[in-house]
Each structure stands twice: as C-alpha cells, then as structure tokens.
C-alpha cells in the first residue's frame, strides 16, 4: 500500500474538499500531523472512518510545532496540554512534527522556547516510548547536540530533510534510527536534499508531499498524488547517481516497508 511519511489532512481538507476520497481512491496510508486539538480530532475521526472500512490507515501524528511561538504564542501552552493528553491515552503513533527552525531572524528570536519544547517533548517520546517526526529548519548543529536523547528513541523521521548526506549517515552511524522523509523539494532544485535522497541507502528513506504545503512547481498546494511525482524524481536522482534501489517500484517498497515500520510497528 503506498504511503505518505507526512502531511496534513485537515489543512488540506480546507483547500480540496473532496481530498479524503482522493486518498481513499489513491488506497494511500498517511502519517497525519496536527499541533491542535480541532485537526487531531478531524484526523482521529479519518483514522476510526478507515479501520472500520478497512481503507487505507492514518497514523496519527501531534507536537507542538517549532514555529508556533512565534505565530501564536498564545496557543503554545494549550498544545502542549493536548499533546500530554493524546499521549497518554495511547492515541499516537507518534510525536511531531517538532523540532527547531531557526530559518531566519524573526524564528531565532523563539530559540530558547523552541529548545525547551524541543527537550520536553522528546523527554516525552521516550516515556511512551514513540517515534518522532521532526521538523529542522537551519538547524542541524542542534540535532547533534541531543544524540544520546534521539538514540533512545524508537525512530527518529527527518520530514522533508535538508540536511547533508554525511550529516544523515553521522546520525546513523552513531546510532540514532533515523529516517530521511523527501518532498517536493528534490524537484525543485534544492541541491543538498537532492544529494541525499540519490545516495542515502532504501533502508532510511521515506517519501512525503507534506499536502497542503510543499507546492510542487506551478501548483498552488501539494495533494496526495503528488507522492507518485516525488518517488519518480528520487529514481532519476539515484539512477543518475549509480545509487541502488533507484527504481519507482524499489523505492515505492522501501517506503511502504519503512512507513510501517515507524508508525506501526509492523512489516509489510
Ligand atoms: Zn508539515
């Protein structure tokens, strides 16, 4: 079953209203990422809609995202709460998207918070033992700075990742088991992403269209079906590069086999 690594359901209900049968067409499972209450509540509803129905699942995603601070400080406290609660009573597959974005002056100014929301949410992670979905804008140096946090962790999945190709095998190799999630990015030029996705090996990719957000060229938002464009791109990068694994069907299976992996525990 192919498999988007990370995307937004109830956002992109908003811009496409009829984006749930198009996923349910597409037989397409999806990690779904809120940071309040009124999306994880449209999400779970999706999620309950498609085990009774036997359709393609939806794992359910909830972190107080990095740059919520400075776009509603006010909501930061309430999302926090909500993330204990989903938490505890067991409704996560995992924790995100968080992490750090320091992409410009304006986010640098919420450094410290996003730190603190940072170390409290992986504290939590740990305790119910769930994967995290991060999210690094210009911020890669941060990462290694909590190693020995992210190693205790179940998985660890980089959504939409910019990193460098030898900072991602840095964070394998020390021991962290991390996943590499590609977007609409790899289309667009962005060199470093690129490099990664041609070379890192299948056992650490994931692909993702991030719906509504990571607008491939000449469209106003990224849908569900975008996933199919980002895998084929990501075969051309690694068939260019001699890189194994660098078919559309090679790439789809590993995908899948790592979606599964992460958000539910299981194989294939
Ligand atoms: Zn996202």
Known sequence: MP??????PFDLAHKKADAETARLALNLSVAASSWNEEEFIYHEALAKQAAKSGGPPIALCFGVH???PLSEPEAVQSSLQA??????G?????VGEIGFDLFDEAYKTTETVQERLFKEQIGLARQYNLPVVLHVRKAMDKIFTYLRELKALPAVVFHSYSGTYE???ALCKRGVKAYFSFGSPIMLNHRKAMRACALLPQEVLLFETDAPYQCPRGKPFSEYGDLWEVVKWAAHLRREA???AHTEQELHAANDENFCRVYFHTSV
């Open 167 to 169: 900072e991602a095998l």
């Open 3 to 8: 498999s988007d690594a990370h995307c937004h």
């Open 83 to 88: 993330l204990y609660r989903f938490a505890a």
């Open 66 to 68: 990095p740059q919520l």
């Open 90 to 94: 067991e409704k996560l597959a995992a």
């Open 242 to 244: 001699g890189t194994m």
